[in-house]
């Protein structure tokens, strides 16, 4: 395994859909479903659906910058969830579910600011993004039946109706960079 992995942490809604596209993402080695951004220690799911620990939703993404660039995670990250509404992603509302990315150095927080400028300029959006890029702090991993929770749910109807579609989005924009299946 390479040694000079890296990590993000992002925030895009309802981490059962971020943890499946990142999966499949070429250059990604882990995807770890959890917390950041709050005020309470070990927060649990059931705690964070409250909205009162002040945590998103989140996964931590361990990827290889020799087969793929924080850039590109950026971009896989803005083209499957919807940065321009403030608090929710469909019909998932709440603080829990902001878009959010927590960058772990400078050149992390100096990249997202560049992409989601070109993003505004380019109007890639109607609306403005609202996108919280916040210094990473803390990441406490969801509990043991979220982690790969698409693969082992497929058939659950949240999976099929919200999941899938943007699995099968990042499939097609971003088809050369799928992981080759074995």
């Given amino acids: 395994m390479a040694e000079n992995l890296e990590k993000a942490t992002l925030g895009g809604g309802c981490?059962?859909?971020?943890?499946?596209?990142?999966?499949?993402?070429?250059?990604?080695?882990?995807?770890?479903p959890g917390y950041s951004g709050g005020h309470v220690k070990n927060p649990s799911y059931k705690e964070v659906c409250t909205g009162r620990t002040g945590h998103a939703e989140v996964v931590q993404v361990t990827y290889d910058p020799d087969k793929?660039?924080?850039s590109e995670i950026l971009e896989v990250f803005f083209m499957t969830h919807d940065p321009t509404t403030l608090n929710r992603q469909g019909n998932d509302v709440g603080t829990q579910y902001?878009?959010?990315?927590?960058?772990?150095?400078?050149?992390?927080?100096k990249i997202t600011?560049?992409?989601?400028?070109?993003?505004?300029?380019e109007k890639v959006y109607d609306?403005?993004?609202?996108?919280?890029?916040?210094?990473?702090?803390?990441?406490?991993?969801?509990?043991?039946?979220?982690?790969?929770?698409?693969?082992?749910?497929?058939?659950?109807?949240?999976?099929?109706?919200?999941?899938a579609p943007k699995v099968e989005k990042f499939q097609k924009i971003f088809k050369d960079k799928v992981k080759k299946q074995n």
């Fill in 15 to 32: 981490f059962w859909c971020t943890e499946a596209v990142y999966l499949q993402l070429n250059g990604v080695v882990d995807v770890k």
């Fill in 68 to 70: 793929v660039s924080f």
């Fill in 98 to 109: 902001r878009s959010a990315v927590f960058y772990h150095n400078q050149e992390q927080k």
């Fill in 113 to 121: 600011e560049e992409i989601i400028q070109e993003f505004e300029k």
């Fill in 127 to 163: 609306s403005p993004i609202v996108t919280e890029v916040t210094l990473f702090e803390r990441f406490y991993i969801a509990e043991d039946y979220h982690i790969n929770y698409f693969e082992r749910n497929k058939n659950q109807p949240y999976c099929q109706f919200v999941v």
